[in-house]
């Protein structure tokens, strides 16, 4: 285990709100793991509850694939073992029964199973729909003995495996036409998958949230966060983690916000990530805490999940692919280098807002044609306001702080109660919009807001 500290640390935390300072502990080495002619680039990493270990995917490079997971132990930080597995892998899950887990081998197209003492059980081969020699599976999760594994080779399919045999399950599996899957979440019977799709040029993409009920009869629903063409980096959804109330954090490695997503995969609000793009993400075991991996830039950008706001941000010379909470400590695989990154001394967060009234949309995500209502309640005979904004920059109007703006419309107000009814006109030019709205409601001689929504056209 390598302690020292990071030479290559280019920026420190910047703490907004008054909470304990976020530091970088050390970095854990994987250096000279698995195929001595690959290098020891990680990939994913997952937390196993059962033997409270922490298993990291050793993929290796594009041009020299590694094969192993390597297991790390909270207490120490040391590598007590590893696995050999199949050829980059990349996601791990684990079976909340038994501890057993499963790693996806994105070169081999295959899922290999083992158990919570560390030992290889069995290998899966999955189809290869295009014959191009792998469907390159990525994301897996696990739900009510089932392991669910993504593929973005295009085909758009997501594969079932009982997890007690470790074979297929057809019945259980299905397509996302045509799309390219990233990580997974479950929420009771739902599936939520995070889904790219290019146009017929591959010119650009439309990044989104597929919403399959797992062992029911429903063909699923698409719902499109964000479609931008002509443009040499493409909207790619990437990832999503559980969050407060039943919801999840979705992110996009695009577009500079962190979505909030009910169970149904719709969006609820939008949160400005300061610019940075989410391609994975991870929240804390309190759920207050919320780390972002950037990719691209090198960034762990952190959120307080709590008041759902951006807290800061850690550069360095890296590639942060992956991000784990174990033990009360941050893990970040650096995808760039042979390491993980811990951190310690993690702030929590209390409820800071003293939101008021209630919101209610009657359909986040509509198609065009469809119609929307919006009601706003607050204080018996106060006035309430429905505003609307164009962005999720925060800005401040008559002395009310907005998470909205910066250029605020205000859609009328009433005693009490205000609803707007809008017809989303049948132009193709809209979709993808995104529209951000929040309440203004009175009391007394004080003027609060409520959370604020978004509404995504699609």
């Known amino acids: ?99 057993d887990g499963a790693v996806t081998n994105s070169t081999s197209g295959s ?33 009510s003995g089932h392991y669910f594994v993504g593929t973005v080779d295009g085909s758009g399919e997501v594969y079932a495996i009982d997890a007690t045999t470790h074979t297929l399950e057809p019945s259980y599996g299905f397509s996302t036409n045509y799309k390219s899957i990233g990580r997974m979440s479950v929420k009771s019977s739902n599936l939520l998958v995070a889904t790219t799709e290019y146009n017929s040029t591959w010119s650009g993409a439309t990044g989104g949230v597929y919403t399959h009920e797992i062992f029911g009869a429903s063909t699923g629903r698409q719902v499109n966060y964000l479609t931008q063409d002509n443009l040499g980096t493409y909207p790619s959804a990437s990832d999503m983690t559980p969050a407060i109330d039943g919801v ?23 949160i400005d990530a300061h610019g940075h793009n989410g391609y994975s993400l991870a929240t804390s075991s309190d759920d207050t805490l919320l780390a972002m991996c950037e990719l691209t830039t090198g960034a762990v950008v952190f959120f307080d999940a709590v008041n759902e706001e951006y807290v800061g941000e850690l550069t360095f010379a890296g590639m942060p692919n992956d991000a784990v909470f174990a033990s009360d400590k941050l893990y970040v695989t650096d995808q760039a280098n042979e390491r993980v990154m811990v951190f310690d001394q993690l702030p929590s967060f209390v409820d800071r807002f003293d939101h008021d009234g209630s919101l209610s949309i009657s359909n986040s995500a509509p198609s065009l044609g469809d119609t929307v209502t919006i009601n706003l309640t607050g204080n018996p005979q106060e006035t309430v306001w429905i505003v609307g904004a164009a962005s999720g920059t925060a800005t401040t109007f008559n002395g009310v702080n907005f998470l909205i703006g910066p250029n605020l419309i205000n859609y009328g107000s009433s005693k009490t109660n205000h609803t707007i009814t809008r017809t989303i006109p049948n132009n193709p030019a809209l979709s993808g919009r995104h529209f951000f709205l929040q309440g203004a409601i009175r009391d007394n001689t004080v003027i609060r807001t409520t959370k604020p929504f978004v509404l995504i056209i699609q």
């Open 111 to 143: 899922v290999t199973f083992f158990d919570n003492s560390n030992n290889v059980i069995s290998t899966l081969q999955l189809p290869d729909p295009f014959g191009i020699g792998s469907c390159y599976p990525f994301g897996i999760t696990y739900h």
């Open 1 to 99: 285990m390598n302690k020292r500290l990071l030479s290559c640390l280019s920026a420190v935390i910047i703490i907004c709100v008054s909470a304990s300072a976020q530091t970088f502990k050390y970095e854990i080495d994987l250096s000279g793991l698995g195929d001595p002619s690959a290098i020891s680039k990680p990939f994913g990493a997952s937390y196993n509850e059962a033997n409270g270990l922490l298993y990291v995917a050793i993929a290796g490079s594009f041009a020299a694939n590694n094969n192993v997971v390597a297991v790390i132990n909270p207490a120490t930080d040391l590598v007590v073992a590893t696995i050999p597995v199949g050829s980059f892998p990349e996601d791990i899950a684990f079976d909340s029964t038994t501890g």
């Open 248 to 270: 999840f954090m979705t992110g996009l490695d695009f577009d500079g916000m962190l979505y909030i997503t009910d169970s149904d995969g719709a969006p609820i609000r939008a």
